[in-house]
């Protein structure tokens, strides 16, 4: 899709200028600028925990500079409150959803701004504005439906509608791709063109640099808190945005080397399972994984993998079925008896299983052996051992900011959550290692470190099953490709002859060519 640019340089919408945020010896923000115009895609670029998003929370409202200015339509303003910038034309749509599941598009649309009629919610007239948004700018969303019946991809929709429906001439995109399928995100570069066609500028965090060289007119890049530079979008390319802002260069291919697959780890066979709907969606589900290699899973979202995943590591019962890992059953066994017969698993949603937030970083990386040997004795936690593991692999990990070893983990950057979860597991050392959209969140140079341990595991004679919806990760990782859709595998490649288009036709439930 060719980019389209709407910009007007001669009307400067938003300027941000020298911000400094500090929380007490902290300093996210240190003097940051910006400049956004009318009708422009922004792109913002940063390393997870560069302060991108800190920055956007300053100028949507959230938090207060400790110092600096910010001019919107060349007035300076300053803001208490989101609700002061929204009424200014600045709304954000952050990266967790802000929606409330049992209520409708609508209902959740107007909250807090619901119209009245005498003292009865409009519901109808409501209903109308919703429905004229959505296809003024093309987006299709039902608004009768409930918050908790729609695709992930859907709900993003409503969160856009909901700042718009509030008056938004800028909008902010935090990580606006990050748990989207490749069409839903081709469905939201659709909507962002849409935009920026009628005027609305955006403002887009990411660090993904194929959707910037698709979408942005310009980018600001920032690093550990500083600003670095703006350039041009269509003046660069992807190595020279990637190595302004990691600071170094960066290497996009997997090194590999070659390995002979050895005995089966894991075993499924005919798995059976319904879905929190109670409707089937693992339909006689058969796969295998052996030592020494990786084997990337490929599918859409929805398929069966969260369901598959959460029964090999004990969260979820199949109705039947073989699960086996080195010949041992593990069918519908607890979590615990799971790791203990040598699975460990990088989850997808780390907050909810990954990480307890209000718990230390340190508490964190010894959870599954806290009862052992060096970390405890006689049930009494050795805490100097504790703070030494941690410490030793923050440093190993690049976990970010270093020294915070006692910090709850819920005050780390999502890439850094990311990051201790994976120190973790990788020292977990098990025979099985199920990986889930490892790096979903995490900048290039993450990335890069991530996917160098996965194959290391692998080098090391484990079992690595890779379970993403970047078909990028999945081709340049995997030693076999096993697509899954409508809960069964329907192709299996190698990794090396993998094409990105017969894997689609596959994922979307099409046959490969012979």
């Known amino acids: 899709m060719g980019r389209v640019s709407h910009m007007d340089e001669s009307t400067v919408v938003i300027r941000m200028k020298d911000i400094v945020k500090k929380f007490g010896d902290f300093t996210a923000n240190d003097h940051i600028n910006l400049t956004v115009h009318k009708g422009e895609v922004h792109a913002i670029l940063g390393e997870n925990g560069a302060g991108k998003s800190t920055m956007m929370n300053v100028l949507c409202g959230l938090y207060k500079p400790t110092s600096g200015q910010i001019f919107i339509n060349e007035k300076e303003v300053s803001f208490s409150s989101p609700k002061e910038a929204i009424d200014i034309g600045i709304g954000m749509v952050h990266q967790h959803f802000m929606l409330i599941q049992p209520f409708t598009v609508t209902e959740n649309i107007i909250l807090g701004m619901e119209p009245v009629r005498g003292l009865v919610i409009d519901k109808d007239t409501a209903r109308k504005k919703v429905l004229e948004l959505s296809e003024r700018y093309n987006m299709k969303v039902d608004p009768d439906a409930k918050i908790e019946d729609i695709s992930v991809g859907?709900?993003?929709?409503?969160?856009?509608?909901?700042?718009?429906?509030?008056?938004?001439?800028?909008?902010?995109?935090?990580?606006?791709?990050?748990?989207?399928?490749?069409?839903?995100?081709?469905?939201?570069?659709?909507?962002?063109?849409?935009?920026?066609?009628?005027?609305?500028?955006?403002?887009?965090?990411?660090?993904?640099?194929?959707?910037?060289?698709?979408?942005?007119?310009?980018?600001?890049?920032?690093?550990?808190?500083?600003?670095?530079c703006t350039v041009k979008v269509d003046e660069v390319d992807v190595n020279e945005?990637?190595?302004?802002?990691?600071?170094?260069?960066?290497?996009?291919?997997?090194?590999?080397?070659?390995?002979?697959?050895?005995?089966?780890?894991?075993?499924?066979?005919?798995?059976?399972?319904?879905?929190?709907?109670?409707?089937?969606?693992?339909?006689?589900?058969?796969?295998?994984?052996?030592?020494?290699?990786?084997?990337?899973?490929?599918?859409?979202?929805?398929?069966?993998?969260?369901?598959?995943?959460?029964?090999?590591?004990?969260?979820?019962?199949?109705?039947?079925?073989?699960?086996?890992?080195?010949?041992?059953?593990?069918?519908?066994?607890?979590?615990?008896?799971?790791?203990?017969?040598?699975?460990?698993?990088?989850?997808?949603?780390?907050?909810?299983?990954?990480?307890?937030?209000?718990?230390?970083?340190?508490?964190?990386?010894?959870?599954?052996?806290?009862?052992?040997?060096?970390?405890?004795?006689?049930?009494?936690?050795?805490?100097?051992?504790?703070?030494?593991?941690?410490?030793?692999?923050?440093?190993?990990?690049?976990?970010?900011?270093?020294?915070?070893?006692?910090?709850?983990?819920?005050?780390?950057?999502?890439?850094?959550?990311?990051?201790?979860?994976?120190?973790?597991?990788?020292?977990?050392?098990?025979?099985?290692?199920?990986?889930?959209?490892?790096?979903?969140?995490?900048?290039?140079?993450?990335?890069?470190?991530?996917?160098k341990y996965l194959v290391e595991q692998r080098n090391k004679n484990c079992a690595v099953l890779l379970v993403s919806f970047e078909l990028d990760e999945i081709m340049s990782l995997s030693d076999r490709i096993e697509v899954i859709f409508d809960g069964q595998i329907t192709g299996s490649v190698s990794g090396k002859d993998a094409d990105e288009k017969e894997l689609g036709i596959m994922m979307a439930g099409g046959k490969k060519h012979e």
């Open 154 to 228: 859907m709900q993003q929709r409503v969160e856009i509608l909901k700042v718009l429906y509030r008056g938004a001439d800028t909008l902010i995109l935090d990580e606006p791709t990050a748990s989207l399928t490749p069409q839903e995100i081709e469905g939201l570069m659709e909507i962002i063109k849409n935009l920026t066609a009628d005027g609305k500028s955006v403002i887009l965090i990411t660090h993904k640099l194929k959707e910037i060289t698709a979408t942005s007119d310009n980018c600001t890049i920032i690093r550990q808190g500083k600003y670095i």
């Open 241 to 451: 945005l990637a190595a302004m802002m990691v600071g170094r260069d960066v290497n996009f291919t997997v090194e590999k080397k070659e390995m002979t697959p050895g005995e089966n780890v894991l075993e499924v066979k005919k798995l059976h399972a319904k879905d929190y709907r109670n409707v089937e969606i693992l339909k006689g589900f058969s796969l295998n994984v052996r030592k020494g290699e990786i084997v990337g899973l490929a599918g859409v979202d929805g398929n069966g993998q969260t369901e598959l995943v959460e029964i090999l590591t004990g969260l979820r019962h199949a109705e039947s079925g073989e699960v086996r890992v080195l010949g041992k059953d593990i069918f519908n066994k607890s979590p615990a008896e799971t790791f203990a017969a040598g699975v460990s698993s990088i989850p997808a949603d780390r907050q909810k299983h990954g990480l307890i937030l209000d718990f230390s970083n340190e508490d964190n990386m010894i959870v599954q052996h806290f009862l052992e040997e060096p970390f405890s004795s006689k049930g009494i936690l050795n805490r100097k051992a504790i703070r030494a593991h941690a410490t030793k692999l923050m440093e190993k990990f690049d976990v970010r900011p270093r020294g915070s070893e006692g910090a709850p983990t819920g005050t780390l950057s999502g890439g850094n959550q990311q990051k201790v979860i994976i120190a973790r597991e990788v020292t977990n050392d098990k025979e099985l290692l199920i990986a889930v959209n490892p790096t979903r969140g995490l900048d290039v140079g993450a990335i890069e470190f991530v996917h």
